[in-house]
């Protein structure tokens, strides 16, 4: 194993002096850096500002209390992979057959990442990436359109990231199976967030100083189960038991990296200009004490346990003023985000998008979601998120934040419920279409 030594970090720390020193080249103001931190089934709960009584996560509050806390952040599904496609495509995964964990992102999406490589942006993916093309992924990948379907791997490098420095699924510490563009690459010794963040702050760094806006993917292995924190980390938990000191220790580690990012990014002399985001890929371990905040359910589970997450956006540049907001908020709206920021469009896109551009959220201006968010689970479960109401299982419903719970409001607000239920019909339909329009693509590939 290759060991971290003195020598690398002292060349991570003057390569940032250096740039400090130096400053870095002139950017574009119209075109902000983009770095989206995402955790591995890390819960609303378990960050020190949502209240959580025993882990300590001191940089995360920092973001919070810097820029925007979204309260009501949400994955677009309760499972890692259709999560993590809907970041990138802003599109409901269920459009595009990703049900579960292993259902891969088809090449025919447009992505996040090759929006911004358009718009001249360097583009890196580190850690986690599950949405196929990267050999040995822990579960196994290809497992909703066949990846015979696809003229290419669907890994990152295929997806329009320039570097990447990834993993097929999650990791623990040590792990024998990261590609380095596609070169399989040693295993390192130390917890795999310090590890991850040694990589992407060489990248970043590089991007910075010369000039280039750069798109950075940092979604870290972590908390995912079996639990193996490095011992500095698990160490101030141990009183609560060697499972707790572990979990706990794996997002320790998780925040103090995003506490090293923050730094560098500052040092670099770019975080005035960076959009950094952080959030979960779905809610937590509901048999984790504390994890889900409290909210019903918890992963695999369509419920506000199982899809709200954190949610943090620090943008000193644009968000002058921290704020909170319970306008809800999602891993789809990080694409027509991005393409809204940068005022480009995809002539090729797909189409059409679910999420929504929180640019006005963002400047102060929104004051209510513009239309419904639709979360899924397989194939049929749907919960629509539409400000104050949900849609769920033909019912209306309202969360009630106090009793932590839904309260059926049907006959309440009939009008909503039938317009809400409306709204869920045409959405199905424009779902069929997207089913329809894949098979027709796949009977072209396959010439049949």
């Not at 500095?232 to 580690?253: I, R, V, W």
């Amino acid at each position: 194993m290759l060991k971290p030594t003195n020598f690398r970090c002292l060349q991570i720390l003057l390569g940032l002096a250096a740039l400090a020193a130096s400053g870095a080249r002139a950017a574009d103001p119209a075109k902000p850096n983009i770095s989206l931190g995402m955790t591995d089934d890390q819960g609303w709960g378990d960050t020190g500002y949502n209240g959580h009584p025993e882990l300590k996560t001191p940089n995360l509050d920092a973001m919070a209390a810097a820029g925007i806390r979204f309260d009501r952040f949400y994955a677009a599904n309760p499972l890692c992979t259709p999560t993590r496609a809907s970041c990138l495509t802003g599109r409901s995964p269920v459009r595009y057959f990703c049900y579960s964990w292993g259902h891969d992102l088809p090449l025919r999406e447009i992505t996040l990442a090759e929006a911004a490589r358009k718009a001249g942006y360097a583009t890196a993916h580190f850690g986690k990436w599950h949405l196929g093309g990267i050999p040995n992924a822990k579960g196994g990948t290809g497992r909703g359109l066949p990846e015979s379907f696809c003229p290419k791997p669907r890994h990152p490098g295929n997806q329009g990231f320039d570097n990447w420095f990834s993993a097929g699924n999650f990791y623990d510490i040590g792990y024998e199976h990261i590609y380095h563009n596609g070169k399989q690459v040693p295993p390192r010794e130390g917890d795999t967030a310090d590890v991850l963040m040694d990589e992407a702050l060489k990248w970043i760094g590089r991007q910075a100083g010369s000039g280039k806006p750069f798109l950075a993917l940092v979604w870290f292995p972590s908390p995912h189960d079996p639990w193996q924190a490095a011992p500095k980390y698990a160490e101030p938990y141990e009183k609560y038991g060697k499972e707790k000191a572990n979990y706990y220790g794996e997002l320790a580690a998780v925040d103090h990296n995003m506490g090293r990012l923050r730094e560098a990014l500052r040092e670099m002399g770019v975080a005035e200009n960076t959009m950094l985001w952080f959030n979960s890929d779905n809610g937590g371990y509901g048999n984790m004490t504390h994890s889900t905040g409290g909210l019903p359910g918890g992963k695999k589970w369509l419920t506000e346990g199982g899809t709200r997450v954190p949610g943090i956006l620090e943008w000193p540049a644009r968000v002058k003023k921290p704020f909170a907001t319970t306008i809800p908020a999602g891993t789809l709206d990080f694409y027509p985000t991005t393409l809204d920021v940068l005022g480009i469009k995809m002539p090729d896109e797909v189409g059409p998008i679910d999420g929504v551009s929180l640019l006005p959220l963002i400047d102060g201006t929104m004051k209510r979601r513009p239309k419904p968010m639709p979360l899924v689970k397989d194939r049929h479960q749907l919960r629509v998120i539409d400000n104050d109401y949900i849609l769920q299982n033909k019912k209306l419903w309202r969360f009630d934040e106090d009793k932590k719970e839904d309260v059926d409001v049907t006959e309440k607000h009939p009008g909503e419920h039938t317009r809400l239920t409306q709204w869920v019909e045409t959405w199905r339909q424009s779902v069929k279409k997207d089913n329809d329009a894949y098979k027709q693509w796949l009977n072209s590939i396959l010439g049949e």
